[in-house]
């Protein structure tokens, strides 16, 4: 099959003894790069399709028009070159062959290309340069890429270090690599001291199973980017909430390098919304507690109800009702996941004497440095108790009992779930009425 891009009257002998049209027609016109020949004047003598393809034009064979290039223009370093100085006619002038040269070609519509050319001259029997043969072939996607990773590392070098918020490379181990002044300030560390460290370690962040997962599988290529919310401990021990938003930064094939973690203190706005969420939590549970007052049948459907108020909108994890008896005695009269053993050794301990008109709530942060009777100390410790609250029920200015909300960990409380739960024993108060069980309405 005849190859319609080579024209053999024009080849000079050279080309016919180096390149016999008769047996390369096919693999030349097959191959998967551009391919031209010109002859030493720079005269195109020959291309095949996908030169032309890349072109975006067919050259005329043998003219002086289309010489040493079929594309409309060359550019070199973002300048355009004159076909006097073009890689073919500089081939063509010396005789050096030119490997992995990267330009541009500029086609007849306007648009652009990336390529890279190598091209080999072709000497005759006696050593003189007869002509030259090109190869090249797109690169436009490798290049627009490699573009796209240097703008991006230009613009984070010409930000990182002086943004307003935290800034952090990440490598694919999720170790910091490279951090900025700011995040190091929102830590509270130096920034060398930050390096290598990863940003899953538990002195770094609470609670950063959602980052870490999400995070596995940014460098898996999943996703290229994700954002989270989550505490970090700062050097001094004190929290903070932080928005972080993790971006890829890829390789020229799509691999990944590190992440860039943009971080910013969002500690104000997020406990406005905790804030916010446990007041209509609570407000929701106080409706609740008192909806279901009117249904109540009995003493102990009071107590069910109460302790799961509670329960719902202070977040404890158990809780108590305990009810001095006609005796005097202090008694469990309805209890949420507390033992037995727990119950019998300290029932009938009060904070308050029986004849109090108006005590106080008395909130215990963490048992381990209250002062408390060390039996009682040690059966909280036995039961794992590591805050608790005392609230006192009363009713017409006399002492009931007493509201128990217990904490497994140490427990900072606040005047809306004091209040709350003032709120909830007044009801009990009111509803058993007389310091008697039997009273309750």
Not at 307 to 331: K, P
Request: aromatic residues 8%.
């Amino acid at each position: 099959m005849r190859n319609d891009y080579i024209a053999e009257s024009v080849l000079p002998d050279v080309f016919r003894s180096e390149f016999p049209l008769h047996a390369k027609p096919d693999l030349i016109e097959n191959l998967p790069l551009a391919i031209y020949a010109c002859d030493v004047q720079g005269r195109i003598l020959w291309f095949n399709k996908q030169a032309a393809a890349l072109w975006g034009r067919v050259p005329t064979i043998g003219s002086d028009d289309d010489r040493f290039c079929g594309s409309h223009k060359f550019y070199l370093n973002g300048r355009q070159i004159s076909p006097a100085i073009a890689p073919m006619a500089r081939v063509l002038r010396t005789g050096d062959a030119i490997h992995g040269l990267e330009g541009k070609l500029e086609r007849p519509d306007g648009s652009m290309i990336s390529v890279m050319v190598h091209i080999e001259p072709v000497e005759g029997e006696n050593g003189v340069i007869g002509g030259a043969i090109s190869c090249f072939h797109d690169i436009t996607r490798r290049i627009q890429a490699e573009d796209a990773v240097k703008r991006q590392e230009q613009r984070l070098v010409a930000t990182f270090d002086h943004a307003g918020i935290g800034l952090a490379e990440v490598n694919a181990d999720g170790k910091l690599r490279r951090v900025n002044g700011c995040l190091a300030d929102l830590l509270g560390y130096p920034a060398s001291e930050l390096l290598d460290r990863s940003i899953f370690d538990p002195f770094l962040a609470e609670s950063a199973n959602i980052d870490e997962q999400e995070f596995r599988r940014q460098v898996r290529g999943e996703i290229d980017h994700y954002t989270v919310e989550k505490r970090i401990v700062r050097r001094d021990g004190t929290k903070l909430w932080i928005a972080v938003t993790s971006e890829s930064v890829k390789d020229v094939d799509g691999r990944f390098l590190y992440a860039v973690r943009v971080q910013h203190d969002v500690t104000a706005r997020k406990e406005a919304e905790i804030a916010l969420l446990r007041h209509v939590e609570e407000q929701s549970a106080l409706y609740e507690f008192t909806d279901g007052l009117q249904r109540a049948a009995t003493l102990d459907d009071v107590y069910q109800l109460a302790l799961s108020v509670i329960g719902r909108a202070l977040r404890c994890d158990r809780s108590a009702v305990l009810l001095f008896n006609e005796t005097g005695e202090l008694n469990f009269v309805a209890s949420r996941r507390l033992s037995p053993a727990y119950q019998s050794a300290v029932a009938g301990h009060s904070p308050w004497p029986l004849q109090s008109t108006n005590p106080e709530p008395i909130a215990i942060e963490d048992i381990e440095g209250a002062d408390l009777p060390k039996p009682l100390k040690d059966a909280m410790r036995s039961e794992g108790i590591g805050a608790l609250a005392f609230i006192p029920i009363i009713s017409q200015d006399r002492l009931l009992g007493k509201f128990m909300t217990y904490y497994d960990l140490p427990h900072a409380f606040s005047q809306s779930q004091i209040r709350l739960a003032q709120t909830v024993a007044r009801q009990l108060g009111s509803r058993c009425g007389a310091g008697s069980q039997r009273n309750c309405a």
